[in-house]
T-cell receptor
Framework: AQSVAQPEDQVNVAEGNPLTVKCTYS??????LFWYVQYPNRGLQFLLKYITGDNLVKGSYGFEAEFNKSQTSFHLKKPSALVSDSALYFCAVRAPLTDSWGKLQFGAGTQVVVTP | ETGVTQSPTHLIKTRGQQVTLRCSSQSGHNTVSWYQQALGQGPQFIFQ???????GRGNFPPRFSGLQFPNYSSELNVNALELDDSALYLC????????????FGQGTRLTVV
């Protein structure tokens, strides 16, 4: 069965500093990996995805993520955080198509707090 | 905005009642998935519909059921509501059943009292 772990409940960073949100996954076969962001009382906004190709994926709002197959990780990064990046971030994995087709398995989420 | 709209945005129901939540997919999308997000948790997959047929289901009891219509809009029905059904219900649409890119609506906040 597939699973996703986000080891940090909360990440605190000062504005202008680099931001990293960690994610590790477990799935058989080649995964599809996603990052979503959720603002209070809102749905999920798509940030980026990895399906195949270059291990460094660039997404929306200056975010990027690096796929590391040997470490089964897909950490989200931003070189310089903004106060407006404060939100709840979710990593998700989609298993190979033999398992419930497009089912996304989400991590528990990491709250990012960026202070001025 | 993702183009995926859900209604209503908020809802309060009594235990034992039935509820219907609605989702309008993004134009051109033929796949819709429903997720339950309890407070402080990540979204949990309920089921997925592709071209009006269910093609995947998570660990939810049969009292959670759904429909997808010819225009690819969708409904989530929950019978015999329980207090633990209180959650944010999210609908996601995609142009393919593999969900290579799923777009989420703003959710329906259901409170069961």
């Amino acid at each position: 069965a597939q699973s996703v772990a986000q080891p940090e409940d909360q990440v605190n960073v000062a504005e202008g500093n680099p931001l990293t949100v960690k994610c590790t996954y477990s799935v058989s076969g080649n995964p599809y990996l996603f990052w979503y962001v959720q603002y209070p009382n809102r749905g999920l906004q798509f940030l980026l995805k990895y399906i195949t190709g270059d291990n460094l994926v660039k997404g929306s709002y200056g975010f990027e993520a690096e796929f590391n197959k040997s470490q089964t990780s897909f950490h989200l990064k931003k070189p310089s955080a903004l106060v407006s990046d404060s939100a709840l971030y979710f990593c998700a994995v989609r298993a190979p198509l033999t398992d419930s087709w497009g089912k996304l398995q989400f991590g528990a989420g990491t709250q990012v707090v960026v202070t001025p | 905005e993702t183009g995926v709209t859900q209604s209503p945005t908020h809802l309060i129901k009594t235990r034992g009642q039935q509820v219907t939540l609605r989702c309008s997919s993004q134009s051109g999308h033929n796949t819709v998935s429903w997720y339950q997000q309890a407070l402080g948790q990540g979204p949990q997959f309920i089921f997925q519909y592709y071209r009006e047929e269910e093609n995947g289901r998570g660990n939810f009891p049969p009292r959670f059921s759904g429909l997808q219509f010819p225009n690819y809009s969708s409904e989530l029905n929950v019978n015999a509501l329980e207090l633990d059904d209180s959650a944010l219900y999210l609908c996601a649409s995609s142009s393919d059943r593999e969900n290579t890119e799923a777009f989420f609506g703003q959710g329906t906040r259901l409170t069961v009292v």
